[in-house]
């Protein structure tokens, strides 16, 4: 077999474990999409209203109605059933029959219920995808920093190695021998609580999917497309509004709806005695709504004054979502300037400055406590890169699942 094949299937076999428990941010928001309890709720409550639509304009359910009238209780023929000819077996069927305008107003509220329930649902979608989102980047920006102490523990040693040639060739303190020890053992302090945090962000993820959250996060930071060219009413808190204003308004027709007056046809047979004769009757009877100032007025008030309550929370929850997005705005450019600011000078200067102080130190020129010193702050600039980093991912996140998903879809 081709050596080449050989090395090629080894490398391959030996790479599956890793690859193939990679968590990518695709993943994590597709498993979190089907599994999501929330979610599922959201799709029980929506079937439920759905459902529940279905007969909002159908008439009651007819009556049956029996009973026996004009039974004789005294005088010669009491306590007999066909001995007087006013005694009647009666069987017949009742039906209700509500307005049309109430009626047409339970179709309509019924409906806008279905959509209002729908737009809850899309809330809440939202909601989850954030969060899973906001979950990935902390566990991903976990696994970055822990990667770095690869490196921080290679030059930790780097260093113990020119403090003891520093040491063999008469230069420097006794004490200097330690220094590099009580790096390392504050590297390990980092490293634990770093291992805290990724404990932390894999449970938080846990809670949108399941295990899968024990995997490691792989891939790249997401980069949305974040321009400022958004559309503050895409937001899907705010486009619940409007389903929400229907059903309102629909509520308030209902309640304008109870002064039509409801009405109701009953069609009896009457059995009597055989000489008498049975009969049919049929009978009509009318709701009167007569009294609207104490009964339906008030119902209507109650419901128009939800309606502008409605009207003037729409007003606020846009006044304080265009807040939140210029903020978020804000805030995203800052960081985007931080990055880019850590990425270009920051570190490279720190890593310029430990490779200045240790040639230095080599050289018998510098001091070892100043190599110590800029090797913390290039510890720090690249923690803080990476903070930067995830703090934006963060900000894109909220940005891009709240205003501009819809658009990308």
């Known amino acids: 077999m081709n050596p080449l094949y050989m090395r090629a299937l080894v490398v391959g076999v030996l790479a599956w474990p890793a690859w193939a428990s990679a968590l990518t941010l695709?993943?994590?928001?597709?498993?979190?999409?089907?599994?999501?309890?929330?979610?599922?709720?959201?799709?029980?409550?929506?079937?439920?209203?759905?459902?529940a639509a279905i007969p909002a304009g159908e008439l009651p359910d007819p009556k049956l109605v029996v009973g026996l009238q004009n039974f004789p209780i005294g005088g010669p023929n009491r306590g007999t059933?066909?001995?007087?000819?006013?005694?009647?077996?009666?069987?017949?069927?009742?039906?209700?029959?509500?307005?049309?305008?109430?009626?047409?107003?339970?179709?309509?509220?019924?409906?806008?219920?279905?959509?209002?329930?729908?737009?809850?649902?899309?809330?809440?979608?939202?909601?989850?995808?954030?969060?899973?989102?906001?979950?990935?980047?902390?566990?991903?920006?976990?696994?970055?920093?822990?990667?770095?102490?690869?490196?921080?523990?290679?030059?930790?040693?780097?260093?113990?190695?020119?403090?003891l040639a520093q040491l063999a060739g008469g230069r420097g303190q006794p004490s200097d021998a330690v220094i590099p020890r009580q790096e390392a053992a504050e590297l390990a302090g980092r490293e634990d609580e770093l291992?805290?945090?990724?404990?932390?962000?894999?449970?938080?993820?846990?809670?949108?999917?399941?295990?899968?959250?024990?995997?490691?996060?792989?891939?790249?930071?997401?980069?949305?497309?974040?321009?400022?060219?958004?559309?503050?009413h895409q937001h899907p808190e705010l486009q619940a509004f409007a389903p929400r204003t229907r059903e309102a308004e629909a509520r308030l027709r209902e309640a304008k709806a109870q002064k039509t007056s409801d009405w109701s046809w009953e069609v009896d047979y009457q059995h009597r005695g055989r000489e008498y004769g049975d009969m049919v009757s049929l009978q009509l009877s009318f709701d009167l709504p007569i009294f609207p100032g104490r009964r339906q007025n008030p119902g209507i008030a109650a419901k128009q004054a939800e309606l502008d309550q409605l009207d003037a929370e729409r007003e606020a929850v846009t006044r304080e979502h265009t807040q939140q997005l210029d903020d978020d705005l804000a805030q995203y450019q800052r960081l985007d300037r931080a990055v880019q600011r850590s990425q270009d000078s920051l570190v490279p200067l720190a890593e310029e400055k430990v490779a200045l102080s240790l040639a230095g130190y080599r050289a018998g020129k510098g001091d070892l406590l100043n190599l110590v010193s800029t090797r913390r702050e290039l510890v720090e600039a690249r923690f803080k890169q990476i903070d930067a980093l995830e703090q934006r991912a963060l900000v894109g996140a909220q940005l891009y699942f709240a205003y501009g998903e819809a658009s990308h879809d």
């Open 81 to 163: 059933l066909y001995g007087d000819d006013m005694t009647e077996q009666m069987i017949g069927i009742q039906q209700q029959v509500p307005s049309r305008d109430k009626r047409k107003a339970r179709i309509e509220l019924a409906d806008a219920t279905v959509e209002r329930t729908a737009a809850e649902g899309r809330i809440e979608r939202l909601n989850v995808r954030q969060a899973t989102a906001q979950a990935w980047i902390r566990a991903y920006a976990v696994e970055r920093k822990e990667a770095l102490f690869k490196d921080f523990y290679q030059q930790n040693r780097l260093l113990q190695d020119s403090v």
């Open 26 to 51: 695709d993943d994590a928001l597709r498993l979190a999409q089907n599994n999501a309890p929330s979610l599922a709720a959201e799709s029980a409550k929506l079937q439920a209203a759905t459902q």
């Open 195 to 232: 291992t805290q945090q990724r404990a932390q962000a894999r449970a938080a993820l846990k809670r949108w999917i399941g295990p899968a959250a024990n995997e490691a996060p792989s891939g790249q930071l997401p980069n949305w497309p974040i321009d400022g060219r958004y559309n503050l």
